[in-house]
DNA sequence: AGATTTCTCTTCGTTGAGGAAGAGATTAGG
DNA sequence: CCTAATCTCTTCCTCAACGAAGAGAAATCT
């Protein structure tokens, strides 16, 4: 009601299209935290690992904003769902190595659905037009690292 | 080391990609949060009321899973901090609609870098190639929104 | 080899958010 | 006009996560 669905609606405002479709992905990603019973600073964890990948518990730390005794703690907590586990680091047996187990149950099963809504979605695009959104995909995913860096650096003034 | 540099390495797993952009996104969105000093539930909620508009709290609560009391307290943080206002229902003066403000200023100043990298990377492509993504956007705006709908329909077995 | 530094883990105290129950206010129905 | 139902807000309680300080183990330097 009060939208015209006949009308193309979908060009009058970019930046409210962007900013619905961001809201949305964080919609969802908080509702995927909450039924993986998994909290805040968990999950920022876990997407800094599968971003960047195995690293130190001093170096996700850093990354998280922690100090040292959370950040045990917080890898406690991923590695006793199964989401991270604990390796040597051959060269240094002081140090450990964090790094994100390949296809957790919970977050397979939660990320399902979603999955198979883009799966579909991306499935109708012609080959030169997923080259398009893969392109996207790539160099967003640069400019949203460097952002989120240049937050974290702000925040620690 | 083991990672081929020089071979395009970006196309071999499309899904690895989509993976790495997501991570980025989320870890962008709680970055943002952090430096706007927001816990995760109160992004949650901001992030319900910008997509699905303004609505009673009572609605919030049953969006967010919360109870009558906590959705109280998640509505008075957020007016204080200025993300959103009660307004009065004109047909029932029980209730009260909770809208967001427009541009509220701490998470404006924040999304200013992701805005300008992602606003210089979408300068960068021609008409087709920016009717394409937005196109992407605005379905899996939906596909996103139906996706966590269905988790929270799930999680309420 | 001994001392210093580095890294991770443990423990205690505190702060913050969510759940449950009850009160106040307003609307609808008999 | 009076009773029942609905909606929001308040209060008390519990629990999980973070910060700070200290201990143990291993690598580096003298």
Excluded: W
Excluded at 33 to 60: F, S, V
Excluded at 67 to 81: C, F, K, N, V, W
Excluded at 90 to 100: Q, Y
Excluded at 112 to 131: D, F, H, K, T, V
């Amino acid at each position: 009601m009060g939208e015209p669905v006949s009308t193309p609606a979908l060009r009058s405002d970019a930046s409210e299209v962007y900013r619905r479709y961001l809201s949305a992905v964080m919609l969802h990603g908080h509702a995927s935290a909450k039924a993986c019973e998994l909290g805040a600073t968990d999950l920022y964890a876990l997407n800094i690992l599968q971003l960047t990948g195995p690293m130190t518990p001093g170096e996700l730390g850093t990354r998280t904003g922690l100090t040292t005794g959370p950040t045990t703690r917080l890898i406690d907590r991923l590695e006793q769902a199964g989401y991270v586990r604990r390796a040597a680091d051959p060269g240094d047996r002081r140090k450990v190595i964090v790094e994100p187990i390949g296809e957790p149950a919970d977050l397979d099963r939660v990320m399902a659905p979603a999955r198979q809504r883009i799966g579909e979605l991306l499935g109708g695009y012609s080959p030169e037009q997923l080259e398009v959104l893969f392109d996207y995909f790539a160099r967003a995913t640069d400019a949203y690292q460097e952002a989120a860096d240049q937050l974290r650096a702000k925040s620690a003034d």
